[in-house]
């Protein structure tokens, strides 16, 4: 059974204990998110904090009979030549969307093997059917 269609709306509210990846100083975070690859959009990057604070909206269309779809979230810090990738985290549209229930919940960012934790992130998502 597919996917109803309508609007699915990321808040992007704020992360905390960021891995650093700076010898010198603290990261400069941003995020990129997608369900699918061919249309990744990103947040403003934050200054020197482990702890960024974005409350950014993001809208993803959703169409009729879409099969299961993740929100991917990657966290990456800007630096002077292109970025590290801080951690990255996945979270199942299909279950908030079938929950009816607006999702606003710490997502963990796992190390390489979980066993440890490159930080959090605070997202809210809601889906609007059309």
């Not at 099969?67 to 990657?74: A, F, G, M």
């Not at 710490?106 to 930080?119: T, Y």
């Amino acid at each position: 059974m597919g996917l109803p269609a309508g609007t699915l709306t990321v808040t992007l509210i704020e992360a905390k204990d960021l891995k650093n990846q700076d010898l010198f100083g603290k990261n400069d975070p941003y995020v990129e998110l997608w369900l699918d690859d061919d249309y990744k959009q990103k947040s403003s990057e934050v200054k020197n904090t482990n702890n960024p604070v974005w409350n950014e909206t993001f809208t993803f269309n959703i169409s009729k009979g879409s099969s299961d779809k993740k929100l991917y979230l990657k966290v990456l810090d800007k630096d002077l030549i292109g970025s590290d990738k801080i951690g990255d985290a996945k979270v199942n549209v299909k279950d908030i969307i079938n929950s009816g229930r607006p999702f606003d919940e710490w997502v963990k960012l796992p190390a390489k093997l979980g066993l440890s934790s490159h930080g959090e992130i605070r997202v809210a998502i809601h889906f609007t059917p059309n």
